[in-house]
């Protein structure tokens, strides 16, 4: 299935893609086609594969790389990869794993997977953030959200071949795709992975029952509380691009009651409000203010490999 836009295109571009310096020039269809992209698809499994002799007491040689991808060519491999399941899985499982991977750009409204459809790609999630949304006559409704802790399509490679939500790129980013078939072969030789894998899909499912129970039993400051904490974990930052408009709309609120709830963050400090951008000031204040079902999700996701520095 190739990724399209939900709604109007987005003006906004991805930055450094995969922790290259260069800004790809040119985003076509359902990837980024830039040189660079090319070197990291190479230099992903190579480098894995060069880390694995160098364990192993073999030689390796930098000269044979094409120049684009040994001049990106960095020391620590586990550095590089920014993914929490991949970078936390052994050097084996990296370089067989690592051929098939392709790095994309995240563009903001980009659709990955379409419900009731079949899933051809799973994307691990290197920056950026995916939201999970179902889709019923007259709305949506945002269940998760994943970051560079998960995979986009996990469970239904898991369990299913059909996608169950619509996932959406909430803030733009980078990420790892592969081709559903190449990764059921490589986690077939390679069960770590499948284990991982396995343990971010058992999180997200109470990810998901956690939120469609808090969205009928608590009130919008706890919501918007949980909301604003979980985002902050899936991207590891205190500064989200998002607007009230967007919460209105998935979370199933009023606008005007979630203007007045930031007010009242913001007046406690907890927040500080840009246009287009909130800021989170006081992180331990703010989970206070969340109820239950946010330490419930985080204690889940606690027991996903983590990644170092």
Same mark, same amino acid.
């Given at each position: 299935m190739n990724e399209r836009l939900a709604g109007p295109p987005a003006n906004r571009k991805s930055s450094a893609l995969l922790g290259?310096? @260069?800004?790809p020039s040119q985003i076509s269809g359902d990837a980024c086609r830039a040189e660079p992209v090319q070197a990291a698809k190479e230099?992903?499994?190579?480098? =894995?594969e060069n880390e694995l002799n160098m364990l192993n007491h073999e030689q390796s040689d930098l000269s044979i790389l094409p120049r684009s991808v040994a001049s990106v060519v960095r020391p620590? /491999?586990?550095?590089?990869?920014?993914?929490? $399941?991949?970078?936390?899985? !052994?050097? @084996?499982?990296?370089a067989a794993i690592? &051929?098939?991977? *392709? !790095?994309i750009a995240l563009r903001e409204r /980009?659709? %990955? +997977? *379409? !419900?009731k459809k079949k899933v051809d790609y799973v994307y691990f999630i290197e920056s950026g953030l995916v939201s999970l949304r179902i889709v019923a006559a007259g709305g949506t409704f945002e269940t998760a959200v994943i970051g560079h802790r998960g995979a986009v399509g996990a469970s239904a490679l898991l369990w299913g071949h059909v996608s169950t939500h619509q996932s959406v790129v909430l803030f733009p980013g980078t990420a790892l795709r592969i081709r559903v078939g190449d %990764?059921?072969?490589? /986690?077939?030789?390679? !069960?770590?992975? +499948?284990?991982q894998l396995s343990r971010f899909v058992e999180a997200l499912n109470l990810?998901?029952?956690?939120? #469609?129970?808090c969205g009928v039993w608590h009130n919008r400051e706890k919501r918007l509380a949980s909301w604003l904490c979980l985002a902050s974990d899936a991207i590891d930052a205190h500064v989200l691009p998002v607007t009230h408009d967007y919460l209105s709309s998935v979370l199933g609120l009023p606008r005007p009651g979630i203007t007045e709830t930031f007010i009242q963050f913001t007046e406690q400090r907890l927040i500080?409000?840009? &246009? #287009?951008?909130? @800021? $989170?000031?006081?992180?331990?204040?703010? *989970? +206070?203010?969340?109820? #239950?079902?946010?330490?419930? $999700? =985080?204690? =889940?996701y606690a027991l996903m490999p983590r990644l170092s520095g």
């Open positions: 290259f310096d @260069q800004t230099y992903h499994w190579f480098v =894995a620590n /491999m586990r550095s590089f990869v920014k993914n929490a $399941i991949l970078a936390t899985a !052994p050097l @084996q499982d990296l690592g &051929r098939y991977l *392709e !790095p /980009m659709v %990955l +997977q *379409e !419900p %990764l059921r072969r490589v /986690m077939d030789e390679c !069960p770590n992975i +499948q284990e990810h998901c029952a956690q939120t #469609g129970f500080r409000r840009m &246009r #287009g951008v909130l @800021q $989170i000031d006081d992180r331990d204040c703010l *989970e +206070q203010k969340a109820c #239950g079902c946010y330490r419930l $999700i =985080a204690g =889940a």
